[in-house]
């Protein structure tokens, strides 16, 4: 390393020593009186100096500056890594755009015969329409990308060996610690990579450590609900070391990373699933499509249940069908921890599920009467 700094040091003060040697020149007054002319090559007092002076600012100042630019260029480095690559396709799109749009009103208009002020004003132009360009294209970055995700592709026919591609969808916390969706992988009905970013597995291990037994129990069911899809199911799973840290909340992270790769985000967070929509990006909730593949029961079927506690009115008792779907049954009490044919009477939607209202059937009622 020193060896390298002095090899820099001695080059830099030749240029240096050049650099001076040409700005003499234009000092050096005509007829100089020449101190040193080896070989033809004549080197006046001002001349000399300005080798000295070149030589001295190269061997000394360069070094310090370059090595300023070589830090600069680094935290310039390490600035563009954390940045989003949606961000960077955007704002090098609006550099392209801004520099033609500058290149068409320079080329337009004889901006280059204007004296003296003309090659400021061409920069100024430039300058300006880059800064529009980026500064526009970075606010309508999630627009760009949508823009992009939607063009289609040009039809290319596909070999029968070909596998089609499907989107990522992105695993959350919450949806890893339910634990449906390993079922759900087990039937064959989800298709794609399950994508789960190093900052879930990292706030997984947190709640596993945690201090609460409960949710030491919930992070520690999550761990266990990973490795059994990693090792026991045919599912192609991948750990992402992306992060965000310009980022505190992991689900401003997880809408971040699936907005940069184009995936979808698996959950069963209400607050996460709406945050998500309105910032264009897809969901799939677990708990949507729990509601959605549940029997349909319609005012006036017949069903048989088991009550199996009280309700909250008065005389009312509480039943539930194989997929945990609340049955209140009117006067049903009296028939605790018996089964009963009831006639279901109206359906409630609510946004924790769905409730089924129902009454005992009247020849029930009349055998019930008959046999005591």
Known sequence: MKVLRAIFRLVSALVGASIGHQVSLIFAPPGEDVLWAPAGIEIGNIQLFGIILGALIGFIIFPLGAEQIVKSLLRLEKHLAKLPT????????GLIIGLLIGLLIVFSFPIDSIPTFGIYIRLFINLFTVYLGVSLALRKKEEIA????????????????KEESFSPKILDTSVIIDGRIADIC???????TLVIPEFVLEELRHIADSS????RNRG???????????KDLDVKVEIIGKDFEDLSEVDSKLVRLAQSTGGKILTNDF?????????GVEVLNINELANAVKPVVLPGEEMVVKVVKEGKEQGQGVAYLDDGTMIVVDEGKKYINEELEVLVTSILQTAAGRMIFAKPKKDHLVERTVNQ
């Open 271 to 279: 607050n996460l699933n709406k945050v998500a929509e309105l910032q």
């Open 220 to 230: 520690r069911r999550g761990l266990d609900i990973l490795n059994r899809i990693q």
């Open 212 to 215: 609460d037994l409960l949710k």
């Open 186 to 192: 087990r039937s064959g009905f989800l298709e794609g």
């Open 146 to 161: 949508a823009f992009f995700r939607r063009v289609p592709s040009p039809t290319v026919r596909k070999s029968p060996e």
């Open 86 to 93: 949606q961000e960077i396709v955007a704002g090098s799109l």
